[in-house]
């Protein structure tokens, strides 16, 4: 099997393993700071409190993290700093409301199949 090597793949690399050694070296200096269980550690939901809870706990994050959070919207609120190559740290505390609505609207998932399609 012939590998074809993607111009700009050893830079493209390169930024990426500069980024996760910044974050690496970051999360060393603070282990104070969350990690998700998952498969993306570094993306975290904030969402065990009341809205104003998870939204100091974003502020508490952003404080080490040294950016200001901002939010999207009425219902994200968000602590996110690039250590380079696309490689991110972010908190996002997300409002009880939308996640109920959001709950609901999953709720009818596979409920209306379209005609000709069986569901699964």
Do not use: C, W
């Not at 930024?15 to 700071?33: R, S």
């Not at 998700?36 to 502020?59: F, I, L, M």
């Not at 908190?91 to 609505?101: E, K, Q």
């Amino acid at each position: 099997m012939t590998v074809m090597a993607v111009p700009g793949t050893a830079a493209r690399h390169a930024e990426v393993i500069q980024g996760l050694k910044n974050l690496a070296e970051f999360l060393k200096d603070h282990p104070d700071l969350p990690l998700e269980n998952g498969q993306d550690p570094y993306r975290v939901s904030v969402r065990h409190g009341t809205d104003e809870e998870n939204r100091a706990e974003v502020d508490r994050i952003a404080a080490i993290l040294g950016v200001t959070p901002g939010h999207s919207g009425s219902t994200h609120y968000t602590a996110a700093r690039d250590f380079g190559g696309g490689v991110t740290y972010s908190a996002t505390a997300i409002t009880r409301r939308y996640m109920a609505s959001y709950n609901a609207a999953l709720s009818y998932q596979g409920s209306v199949q379209a005609e000709g399609r069986e569901a699964a």
